[in-house]
């Protein structure tokens, strides 16, 4: 099972980064897929989650409005599409896939996991 993430780097505050999640060594069309992060000194939190149709999504408070989730089940990726960053949304991004999971929105629901991107807002 691998979870790949890429597209985190430095973005001046305002600034969109899209990050990408390539996953392989599991059916990804029968899992959901979420996005958490991970700030220093801080715990992981939930950002944003997808069901395994794409056709239901979570948001976090902090980034709803501001941050799109998708997935394309062919290609097997997910997507984070992240606009208007602040500096609070500095952390590293992690990806994660599960099967059941009753709130999407709990770090321990998610089976496998993605070793993560750096996120930098900052001027």
């Known amino acids: 099972v691998q979870l790949v993430e890429s597209g985190g780097g430095l973005v001046q505050p305002g600034g969109s980064l899209r990050l990408s999640c390539a996953a392989s060594?599991?059916?990804?069309?029968?899992?959901?897929m979420g996005w958490f992060r991970q700030a220093p000194g801080k715990e992981r939190e939930f950002v944003a989650a997808?069901?395994?149709?794409?056709?239901?999504?979570y948001y976090a408070d902090s980034v709803s409005g501001r941050f799109t989730i998708s997935r394309g089940n062919v290609a097997n990726t997910m997507y984070l599409q992240m606009n208007n960053l602040k500096p609070e949304d500095t952390a590293i991004y992690y990806c994660?896939?599960?099967?059941?999971?009753?709130?999407?929105?709990?770090?321990?629901?998610?089976?496998?996991w993605g070793q993560g991107t750096q996120v930098t807002v900052s001027s």
């Open positions: 994660a896939a599960g099967t059941i999971l009753p709130t999407m929105r709990r770090a321990d629901e998610y089976d496998y």
């Open positions: 997808v069901t395994w149709k794409g056709t239901t999504k």
């Open positions: 060594g599991f059916p990804f069309s029968n899992y959901a």
